[in-house]
């Protein structure tokens, strides 16, 4: 028998639960990295569309506008009204396609970033140190990507669609004005910011972890 095969004997066996544990961080791991190209890709392929394409979709514009047909449809309804349009444009200015393409943009790269986050922690597990201080990095960086993903976003979509309305503002029929159909609207939800709060809460708690850990080491 070789030295390697006696340093291999002599290796204690890893329990089958533990074989599981890591192979199943291994398939997150991968899983993130592959839901990060998916979504680049996709990005891209709408960067493309929306920069080049002479008509383009814009979703979600934030409308004024009342449903009187609604209100005659059903005796029940005394009034109502349209809270988003999907509309198509054409011959869209390049600076209102580029605030488009950077609202669309902005998840896409706060999902790389939460992947790499994700990626950062599996291998701290995998190498047998989950409480280290790339932990606590990345809990941070989780908690500011959630803002920054969720409200950014709302900031620049709000941006783009303003500008697709000025837009139509000009090619208005006579005596009608874009801000008399659609609303600039700014949606802004808090539960990023609880999130943000929660993953803090955590990071300290790992930092705690991480401090503990490096004192026992430090006993052995």
Request: hydrophobic fraction near 55%; avoid cysteine; charge should be negative.
């Amino acid at each position: 028998m070789t030295d390697a095969d006696t340093q291999r004997a002599s290796r204690p066996a890893r329990p089958r639960t533990e074989r599981i544990e890591r192979y199943f961080l291994q398939v997150i791991a991968t899983g993130a990295v592959m839901f990060s190209i998916i979504n680049v890709w996709a990005a891209v392929s709408r960067a493309i569309y929306t920069l080049t394409s002479p008509t383009i979709q814009v979703d979600g514009m934030f409308a004024a506008t009342d449903r009187p047909d609604l209100v005659a449809d059903f005796a029940a309804v005394t009034g109502a009204a349209s809270t988003t349009a999907n509309i198509t444009v054409s011959g869209l200015p390049s600076g209102a396609r580029w605030w488009l393409v950077a609202a669309d943009a902005l998840p896409v790269l706060t999902g790389l970033g939460v992947a790499t986050v994700i990626i950062v922690f599996v291998i701290g597990v995998l190498r047998g140190r989950p409480f280290g201080s790339m932990t606590l990095v990345g809990l941070v960086a989780f908690a500011a990507l959630a803002l920054i993903g969720d409200w950014g976003h709302g900031v620049l979509q709000a941006i783009a669609h303003g500008e697709v309305a000025s837009y139509l503002d000009v090619s208005a029929a006579p005596g009608i004005s874009a801000n008399d159909v659609f609303s600039l609207s700014l949606d802004i939800s808090m539960s990023p910011l609880v999130w943000s709060i929660a993953l803090a809460v955590i990071a300290a708690a790992f930092e705690i972890g991480r401090r503990m850990q490096r004192d026992t080491e430090g006993l052995v």
